[in-house]
């Protein structure tokens, strides 16, 4: 069956200002699986953000909140030593995944919400725990904060998450979000960044018909 992989990162903004047209595309499939591969945008950084990086993330912000609609608090940003790791919320997305594999959307999404609408700092513990337990229990998944946090403390978890890393790598992907349909191994791009819904569509149809006649589906 065919499926589509959803490779991003929760704390990219273009990635943020896409989960509407995702969301959007999959009504329109229901029971296409999606699996979520987190990419690492800045996994592991440990420099607190300066003047520079925060206008031009801002600039960023602006551009996708135009592009979208989407709202944009500047809150996390503000905040004294903020670092921009990416890692940690990636990590939230892969322990969600491991929990429920069918909610992880929904929790990658959440998580969005929090920092770009929120103003949440989704690189804290506590803060990732609230916000993912809530989007599990929204989707039928109740999860106990603290087995939470334990899950996404582990070495299972952080190993799991530098595998997304490195398979990312492997694809050649280095642009969020990215977007990849899979039929039987074999993979086709759809999108490399923000594509509106209507032109998603548009290419997967064009995929579909240029599929030999064997991989297709039988009228």
């Known amino acids: 069956m065919p499926s589509l992989i959803y490779i991003a990162d929760p704390m990219c903004s273009w990635c943020y200002g896409f989960g509407p047209e995702l969301s959007a ?18 996994a592991h950084n440990t420099q607190p953000m300066n003047a520079e990086l925060k206008t031009t993330l801002l600039s960023h912000w602006q551009h996708v909140g135009q592009r979208s609609g989407l709202p944009f608090v500047p809150d996390a940003l503000n905040r004294a030593g903020f670092v921009y790791d990416t890692e940690p919320a990636c990590r939230a997305v892969v322990a969600a995944r491991t929990l429920a594999p069918t ?3 929904a929790v990658f999404h959440a998580i969005q919400h929090a920092f770009y609408a929120q103003g949440e700092d989704v690189t804290q513990p506590e803060v990732l725990a609230a916000t993912a337990t809530a989007a599990l229990s929204a989707t039928g998944h109740p999860t106990e904060a603290e087995r939470f946090l334990a899950l996404w403390q582990s070495d299972a978890a952080r190993e799991a998450t530098e595998a997304d890393f490195a398979q990312t790598r492997q694809w050649g992907v280095s642009g969020f979000p990215t977007l990849v349909l899979e039929r039987d191994g074999r993979l086709d791009l759809v999108s490399a960044g923000y594509l509106p819904m209507p032109k998603l569509v548009e290419v997967l149809e064009t995929l579909v018909d240029a599929a030999p006649a064997a991989d297709r589906a039988p009228q």
């Open 25 to 42: 595309l999959l009504d329109g499939l229901p029971g296409m699986p999606l699996h979520v591969v987190v990419g690492g945008l800045r």
């Open 103 to 105: 909610a992880t959307l």
